[in-house]
């Protein structure tokens, strides 16, 4: 079992705006950043967001993360069909002294 | 910009160590800025940190996975190395390189991904 938890699909028309959640512990997500990657089918991971809610150069700003206590949220608005991907969250567990992921969730743009 | 590329076998028979090299471009591997480290993700599936190294020596390892993970910097190839010993099916995967920002806490920086599949 993965230490963070998502929803396994999530989808939406293009254009819309669509959220993936992604729930922790007080030992990971409650006392640490959580940063969010982005995976197209066949590609590796690409960094989205980090240290909760700030992007990478070159990320546009319809891709927006944030995180209250134990749960954290990755937002993207205007959706394309290009968005369609597998999405990750990520941070540090210290109860674990180990790096976790989620599951994962898979974005269909309809 | 930095760049990642991994290399190594494709196919390790059950019980033997599987060895992948990562070799660094476009920066330093004694750079303060990074831990070098390894991810996989069995066909299908999420993504299962493996561990990190900072080039001094410090290392982090998945206490999953710890007592079969060696991860290993060579500063003069400008390289890091991930072994695994005694596999089996179940670390059949695609295996990534990546750096994990230390100021930043993520990965920002990953290789393109190597399948390694365990099989006699």
């Known amino acids: 079992q993965s230490v963070l938890t998502q929803p396994p699909s999530v989808s939406a028309a293009p254009g819309q705006k669509v959220t993936i959640s992604c729930s922790g512990s007080?030992?990971?997500?409650?006392?640490?950043?959580v940063s969010w990657y982005q995976q197209l089918p066949g590609t590796a991971p690409k960094l989205l967001i980090y240290?909760?809610?700030k992007r990478p150069s070159g990320i546009p700003d319809r891709f927006s993360g944030s995180k209250s206590g134990t749960s954290a949220t990755l937002g993207i608005s205007g959706l394309q069909t290009g968005d369609e991907a597998d999405y990750y969250c990520?941070?540090?567990?210290?109860?674990?002294?180990?790096?976790?992921f989620g599951g994962g969730t898979k974005l269909t743009v309809l | 910009q930095l760049q990642l590329q991994e290399s190594g076998p494709g196919l390790v028979k059950p019980s033997e160590t599987l060895s992948l090299t990562c070799t660094v471009s476009g920066g330093s591997i004694s750079s303060s800025s990074y831990y070098w480290g390894w991810i996989r993700q069995p066909p299908g599936k999420g993504l299962e940190w493996i561990g990190s190294?900072?080039?001094?020596?410090?290392?982090y390892y998945n206490p999953s996975l710890k007592s079969r993970v060696t991860i290993s910097v060579d500063t003069s190839k400008n390289q890091f190395s991930l072994k695994l010993k005694s596999v089996t099916a179940a670390d059949t995967a695609v295996y990534y390189c990546a750096t994990l920002h230390r100021l930043l806490d993520c990965f920002d920086h990953w290789g393109q991904g190597t399948l390694v599949t365990v099989s006699s």
């Open positions: 190294m900072y080039y001094s020596g410090s290392t």
């Open positions: 240290e909760n809610n």
């Open positions: 007080s030992s990971s997500l409650g006392n640490n950043y």
């Open positions: 990520g941070t540090w567990d210290s109860n674990l002294g180990a790096v976790g």
